[in-house]
């Protein structure tokens, strides 16, 4: 770490760094770009701009929902219900993992079940919930379980399963119990898939959550959505978009972030 | 002379829905007490299978296995067992590695904790303790795994292919390095290997198996003409290394 680099290897690291400030600078220099086409097509009326709204009245949107106060709290409503979704969905999907594993039979019962109830989208269940829990925020958490349960458990089990056997005969020479196996072994060993399934859970919940607050239609960005819809305020529905995309990428971001601090304490 | 393990016309079938596999057929050996025995024999013999036996992971389909004179049911708290890898867990520190046969048999406390420690700083972990496997290298994992199963304190150790996975240089040095170990602590070992020259070096005695299924093909005394202090190193310059070895080459029966 200290000691003196050669000017050969300054150099390599020169121009590492220049690489990847290009890089950080393209990528600005492209969402620029689009926001300013976007912008002069819409004033040089090449769009209409009440159909394609523009980054302007966005902004402008954006400062009268949050006078209100509403934009905080339809983000709020929309991050709160995905955060509940995935870390339910993680947790039983989990679980349901643990008694597959431990029961080989069981396991080789549900197989089919839990193959059809993957492939299914779990979308076209929506009414279906909304009928049986209600309209109300617990449709869309159930939305969102649905959605990611059915991964995790088969992500989860699979990596249980492709636990080294040899590991686990180790444990079983020094006299370990079934409780014990999964406890030293099988389930440290998966953290990191357990981690991981998390990032594709983040992603799930939130198309489970958009699909249930459509139906629900009480609070939350899917329902700015469909309601800007609904009223033709394009303005609502683009600007609800971008700030879904982006608490979309924070709630990524965040996960991802808790993986490389738990991959490094490793 | 007193007999740690005996093996009574052992057969082993393994079966699959592809059909039945007899791994050892009616094998009969003994281990005397302290002694460091060698098995040899092409791959896929069933030498695995006879560890996994004399361990009590699994049960024999007929004949008798005996420890200290008592037939083996379930699993031997008598027996550690080092396999091929060294298997550490990379989440956990070195001594944390070392003390979870402990942690498994319920017989943590802070004497067999001591003692665990003991065994690391001895066998040169000590400053390691607190690392993570992946910090170390191969040989001092090996000698991690090592400690790891003699914390739990079992008579006879059974290695299977413990050195395969480290490369020439390391392996040589590492299996001194557990020979000394396993005698300073006055271990019976049986000892899994397809490197002639190494059980020629470190065993008392060497049984040579035939092809799958397996059974005693023959058995070595070995007597080398070393000085006093001998270990395996020493071993592979006696006079009579090579004459062993080309003995035991050529009943391995080798065709390539
Ligand atoms: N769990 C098992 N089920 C079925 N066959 C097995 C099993 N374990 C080993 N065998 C078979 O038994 C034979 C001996 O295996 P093993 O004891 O691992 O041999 P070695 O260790 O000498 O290479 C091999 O033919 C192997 O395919
Ligand atoms: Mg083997």
């Given at each position: 770490m200290y000691e003196e680099h050669s000017s050969e290897h300054k150099e390599f690291i020169r121009k590492e760094k220049v690489t990847k400030n290009a890089v950080i600078i393209s990528r600005i220099i492209i969402l620029a770009a689009i926001f300013l086409l976007w912008e002069a097509a819409a004033n040089l009326k090449w769009i209409d701009p009440f159909i394609m709204s523009q980054p302007t009245r966005i902004v402008q949107t954006i400062i009268n929902l949050s006078k209100d106060g509403s934009l905080f709290l339809h983000t709020g409503v929309t991050i709160y219900e995905t955060i509940i979704g995935f870390l339910s969905g993680t947790i039983l999907g989990t679980f349901i993992a643990v008694l597959l594993w431990w029961s080989n039979f069981a396991a080789r019962v549900l197989d089919p079940y839990l193959v059809v109830l993957n492939a299914?989208?779990?979308?076209?269940?929506g009414p279906i919930i909304l009928v049986w829990?209600?309209?109300?925020?617990g449709s869309i958490i159930v939305m969102a379980l649905l959605l990611s349960i059915i991964v995790t458990i088969l992500n989860v089990y699979q990596s249980f399963k492709s636990c080294d056997e040899d590991k686990i005969k180790l444990l079983k020479t020094f006299g370990a119990t079934k409780v014990q196996i999964l406890k030293k072994v099988v389930f440290p060993s998966s953290i990191p898939e357990i981690i991981s399934t998390l990032k594709i859970n983040v992603g799930l919940s939130l198309v489970g959550v958009i699909v249930g607050e459509f139906l629900?239609?009480?609070?939350g960005l899917g329902y700015l959505i469909i309601y800007g819809g609904q009223v033709f305020k394009m303005d609502l529905v683009m600007t609800s978009v971008i700030i879904l995309a982006m608490a979309a990428a924070l709630m990524y971001l965040s996960v991802a972030w808790i993986e490389k601090k738990f991959i490094k304490m490793r | 002379m007193d007999k740690v393990v005996e093996l009574k016309n052992v057969t082993m079938n393994y079966h699959t829905l592809d059909g039945e596999t007899q791994?050892?057929?009616n094998l009969s050996l003994d281990i005397r007490r302290g002694e460091f025995v060698s098995i040899v024999g092409p791959?896929?013999?069933g030498k695995s299978t006879l560890l996994s036996l004399i361990s009590g992971l699994i049960k024999s389909s007929t004949g008798e296995i005996l420890i200290n004179n008592e037939p083996v049911k379930g699993?031997?708290?008598?027996v550690g067992y080092m396999p091929q890898?060294?298997?550490?867990?990379?989440?956990?520190?070195i001594l944390r590695n070392t003390i979870i046969g402990l942690e498994i048999q319920k017989k943590l406390n802070k004497d067999t904790m001591r003692g665990a420690e003991k065994l690391l700083e001895e066998y040169g972990l000590g400053e390691f303790k607190?690392?993570?496997?992946?910090?170390?290298s191969g040989g001092m994992r090996q000698r991690a795994a090592l400690i790891r199963t003699l914390a739990v304190n079992p008579e006879i150790l059974l290695l299977d292919?413990?050195?395969?996975?480290?490369?020439y240089q390391t392996r040589l040095a590492i299996s001194e390095e557990i020979w000394l170990i396993i005698k300073k602590e006055k271990k019976t070992a049986i000892l899994v290997t397809h490197d002639i020259a190494e059980a020629v070096s470190m065993s008392d005695r060497i049984i040579v198996l035939t092809r799958?299924?397996?059974?005693?093909k023959s058995e070595h005394d070995i007597q080398l003409t070393t000085?006093?202090?001998?270990t395996p190193i020493i071993c592979?310059?006696?006079?009579?290394f090579r004459i062993y070895f080309n003995m035991i080459w050529k009943e391995l029966d080798v065709h390539v």
């Open positions: 299914l989208p779990k979308t076209a269940l829990v209600g309209g109300t925020t629900v239609s009480k609070a | 791994a050892i057929k791959s896929g013999c699993l031997s708290r008598n890898r060294d298997h550490l867990f990379e989440w956990l520190t607190h690392y993570y496997p992946k910090q170390l292919e413990p050195f395969s996975s480290l490369d799958r299924p397996g059974e005693v000085c006093e202090n001998k592979r310059e006696a006079p009579e």
